[in-house]
């Protein structure tokens, strides 16, 4: 299994890198430990709210036995006019072996990389391109619901143009063998997303899909689009309603990267409906994360010979 000391994009991913993610993360849902050869630290640099990614990479560090450093933008020399190089660089220089980071521009990370730096990266998401560790912890919801990918119907369905969730995923599903549709306005459409699925109507999907994908409506990316946007419209038209609900099909399931807005997206009630398992995706993606950690520090030679087997 080919390792590296990063993690900033699922673009190129194999299959069975995939797998061997979730199995790793399967694993320590099922209770598995590693012992670290020394003691070992993170920092989590958030350039953007986080609720869910945040939270759920410290407690994956913190049940790793990584020690976890805090970090906060507003009072870090970034407000001064360091650059994010030489902010890594810092950490990197008082003993910092890992940095998530999620920052509003695409492709932050392009520039690390090139610094060839011993502290890792992974990337906790950036600006409206990747999001791997929500696309990987996706694709663990989706393995444990079916046991494949190949063939499975899957929508990825709402603000498809502004989302990194959207992005990594038509990318990983299209790879993994799924067959790819999208839903939502046509103004959050773009042709590039062509070659990766067919749009459809909401109405369409509910009746065909294995697996209902919805996204956040990002107001704090839409600008003056805001100004035009009716919640309940958007419901109407885009959403998924109780009617469109039962238009699934009995072995369908229903995911978002959450936070959810109830009443836009979906209907309030069917949040915790029997076909979702929006929650779910949270408990797996704490366990994902450890499993992207761990393969970091296998790669770093971190991990003690005497861990528990996988």
Not at 29 to 38: E, M, P, S
Not at 62 to 85: H, Y
Not at 136 to 165: C, P, Q, W
Request: proline content about 2%; hydrophobic content about 40%; glycine content about 6%.
């Amino acid at each position: 299994m080919s390792m590296s000391n990063n993690l900033v994009t699922v673009e190129n991913m194999s299959e069975a890198e995939v797998l061997h993610k979730i199995k790793l993360a399967q694993a320590f849902k099922a209770g598995k430990k590693i012992k670290l050869t020394r003691p070992v630290f993170a920092m989590n640099l958030f350039f953007e709210n986080s609720t869910r990614t945040h939270t759920s990479f410290d407690m994956a560090e913190r049940r790793l036995g990584m020690q976890v450093l805090e970090f906060n933008d507003q009072t870090s020399s970034l407000t001064k006019g360091e650059t994010l190089a030489d902010t890594i660089k810092t950490i990197q220089a008082i003993g910092l072996d890992f940095a998530v980071i999620r920052h509003p521009e695409n492709e932050y990370y392009s520039e690390l990389l090139k610094q060839k730096l011993d502290i890792s990266i992974v990337n906790g998401g950036d600006g409206s391109g990747q999001h791997p560790s929500q696309s990987l912890l996706d694709m663990m919801t989706i393995y444990e619901e079916f046991g494949t990918f190949k063939g499975l119907k899957v929508v990825i369905a709402g603000d498809l143009n502004h989302s990194r969730v959207a992005r990594s995923n038509m990318e990983l599903l299209n790879h993994l063998g799924a067959e790819v549709y999208f839903s939502g306005p046509d103004q959050w459409y773009d042709e590039k997303f062509d070659k990766f699925g067919k749009h459809i109507s909401i109405e369409k999907a509910a009746e065909i899909v294995d697996v209902m994908m919805l996204l956040r409506v990002q107001k704090e990316r839409l600008g003056k689009e805001l100004d035009d946007f009716d919640e309940t419209d958007y419901h109407a038209k885009f959403g998924l309603t109780k009617s469109r609900y039962q238009l699934m099909k009995k072995s369908a399931i229903i995911m978002h990267p959450a936070p959810v807005n109830r009443g836009i997206e979906i209907d309030s009630d069917l949040v915790e409906a029997d076909k979702s398992r929006i929650f779910k995706q949270m408990t797996n993606g704490m366990y994902m994360r450890m499993a992207i950690l761990t393969d970091i520090l296998e790669s770093k030679g971190l991990i003690a010979s005497n861990s528990k087997e996988i």
